[in-house]
């Protein structure tokens, strides 16, 4: 079974605007951390924000937030007036087994394309 | 912090050849990565270290592929002999102990041919 699931292979979004990349995942494991990376077209992978299974605060950085729903499992990432910049391919990851596991799973991706 | 350095940016090679990727983490980092990104299957986790201790290579694909980790500022993938179906994009990142994400490498694009 996937252990992280992102349903939306492409989104396109108007700059300016919000756009939500949904992620969900899967674990027994009480405490992991959920993460989201963004991967530009010249292919370096970015760390963009952190939650803690334990966070009780939804974690935000910048223009990036994430809308953690612990009992239905999910992870989004909500990206908050969309710049041309922010076009990338978008991963969602997992670590389970904090703070020594090391079992770091990744999702397949989403990639947003921001429209002038 | 120069981050983490992979090298080279891009490499090229005739099937057979063997080919060595490099990676030096960030300093201070206890734990380092390798991955491969295919188009097919994604980030793929290849094998970790911690302290410059294989811990998991569950993830390396056969024997061809070996990777070492002489000291605590340098590692080293090797694929011998390569083969086109390795042709993929192989990132390193680092984490330290105490955090939970990980800082990558800008990633080496391998072609085989």
């Known amino acids: 079974a996937q252990k992280i699931t992102q349903t939306q292979p492409g989104m396109f979004v108007q700059e300016k605007e919000a756009v939500t990349l949904d992620c969900t995942y899967d674990t027994s494991d009480q405490s992991y951390g959920l993460f989201w990376y963004k991967q530009p077209s010249s292919g370096e992978m970015i760390f963009l924000i952190y939650q803690g299974s334990y966070d009780e605060q939804n974690a935000t950085e910048g223009r990036y937030s994430l809308n953690f729903q612990k009992a239905r499992k999910s992870a989004n990432l909500v990206i908050s007036a969309s710049q041309l910049g922010d076009s990338a391919m978008y991963f969602c990851?997992?670590?389970?087994?904090?703070?020594?596991?090391?079992?770091?799973?990744f999702g397949p991706g989403t990639r947003l394309s921001v429209l002038p | 912090d120069a981050g983490v350095i992979q090298s080279p940016r891009h490499e090229v090679t005739e099937m057979g050849q063997e080919v060595t990727l490099r990676c030096k983490p960030i300093?201070?980092?206890?734990?380092l990565f390798w991955y491969r990104q295919t188009m097919m299957r994604g980030l793929e986790l290849l094998i970790y270290?911690?302290?410059?201790?294989?811990?998991?290579d569950s993830g390396m694909p056969e024997d061809r592929f070996s990777a070492k980790m002489p000291n605590a500022s340098f590692s080293t993938l090797k694929i011998q002999p390569s083969e086109p179906r390795d042709s993929a994009v192989y990132f390193c990142a680092s984490s330290p102990t105490e955090n939970y994400g990980y800082t990558f490498g800008s990633g080496t694009r391998l072609t085989v041919v």
């Open positions: 270290f911690n302290n410059n201790v294989p811990i998991d």
């Open positions: 300093s201070g980092h206890d734990y």
């Open positions: 990851a997992m670590r389970e087994g904090l703070p020594t596991g090391q079992n770091f799973v």
